[in-house]
């Protein structure tokens, strides 16, 4: 009797290390995989490529997926990236960046049962799904801080690629600044390129030469070579897309950050909980959390300029002002 109930509980530990065993087995093959193509700059832009990274990290660390990443420096092409994290097996691969497109939707239409997000252009392709922002409105306000506080009623704006969605920042920060000083002056310039923080300084530098006491980059890291050279030179700048304020602290005002990272892990959680993508085009602005300004430092606004401020962002989630032509 004492060797069949010995045999019973040795049976019945086996069973529960079997079933825990096999438990463990199924939660790892069911465990969600990312894939993400980073922007040209790659990691350590400091600015798009880091907050995509950083959304997958966070989603990494909560809700317990696996995830992967290529660099245009490493992979050689967009495409080749993309499809090695196709045939990796990931449930998910992400393109960060409009330049990305082409590449992605030639992969995707290879490959029609994998899905794909798309950050910052859109898609009409059945299995991608599409994130934009409304940059401009968040450059509004940026727009408005400048208008308000410049002192040689010149301002400059420092765009990247010459490209249709810096174009919307460039749009929105002049409307801003003319929205609360109609007579101040903007300058310009385009570096053509996310990647090269000396030229993003040396047209910094002309800019302040010509008068401009704050200026905006909108251009990954060459704007950083903005930022550095406003401090050097002693004037004020806006960080964009993440708040960079700690790249130059006695120069950067605010930052208009948008949230890449919060999108792109609460699209993965949706993945997660879901098994799948509701919306195929999410467009996010001030109303939707999706941009907003980081917090302002280094100057002081008044009673009366603070209140000029929420003012302005009030009739922008109230759809009251119309940025985009």
Do not use: W
């Not at 087995?25 to 995989?33: A, I, P, Q, W």
């Not at 090695?84 to 992969?107: H, P, R, T, W």
């Not at 252009?121 to 306000?141: A, H, P, R, W, Y």
């Not at 605010?254 to 949230?259: F, G, H, L, P, T």
Request: charged letters at 25%.
């Amino acid at each position: 009797m004492k060797e069949n109930k010995l045999l019973f509980l040795f049976t019945l530990c086996a069973l529960i290390l079997s079933a825990c065993s096999t438990s463990d087995s199924t939660l790892g093959n069911e465990r969600l995989k990312v894939g993400i193509m980073l922007s040209d700059a790659g990691l350590g832009d400091q600015s798009f490529s880091d907050l995509g990274f950083a959304g997958l990290e966070k989603a990494r660390d909560e809700l317990n997926i696996s995830f992967d990443y290529r660099e245009l420096e490493e992979s050689g092409t967009y495409e080749q990236g993309i499809e090695e994290l196709v045939l990796q097996g990931n449930d998910l691969i992400i393109g960060l960046g409009f330049s990305i497109q082409e590449a992605l939707e030639k992969v995707a239409k290879k490959y029609p049962d994998t899905s794909f997000l798309l950050i910052d252009s859109q898609s009409e392709l059945s299995n991608v799904n599409n994130i934009t922002f409304k940059e401009d409105e968040g450059s509004f306000l940026i727009g408005v801080l400048a208008g308000l506080k410049t002192e040689t009623n010149t301002v400059g704006f420092v765009g990247g690629e010459d490209a249709p969605i810096i174009h919307k920042f460039e749009q929105g920060f002049i409307k801003g600044v003319k929205a609360v000083n109609p007579e101040a002056q903007i300058m310009t310039e385009y570096a053509g390129t996310f990647g090269d923080d000396k030229l993003g300084g040396n047209i910094a530098k002309e800019m302040i030469v010509n008068g401009a006491d704050f200026i905006y980059p909108a251009a990954g890291f060459t704007g950083v070579g903005v930022l550095l050279e406003t401090q050097r030179s002693g004037v004020y700048s806006f960080g964009v897309d993440s708040d960079q304020f700690y790249l130059a602290e006695k120069s950067v005002v605010s930052s208009m950050v948008k949230q890449v990272d919060i999108a792109i892990y609460d699209t993965v959680k949706e993945l997660v909980e879901t098994g799948s993508i509701a919306e195929k085009n999410k467009v996010l602005g001030l109303k939707e959390n999706g941009v907003a300004l980081a917090p302002i430092r280094v100057i002081q606004l008044t009673e009366e300029e603070q209140s000029i401020l929420e003012q302005q962002k009030q009739k922008i989630s109230n759809g009251n002002i119309s940025i985009t032509e």
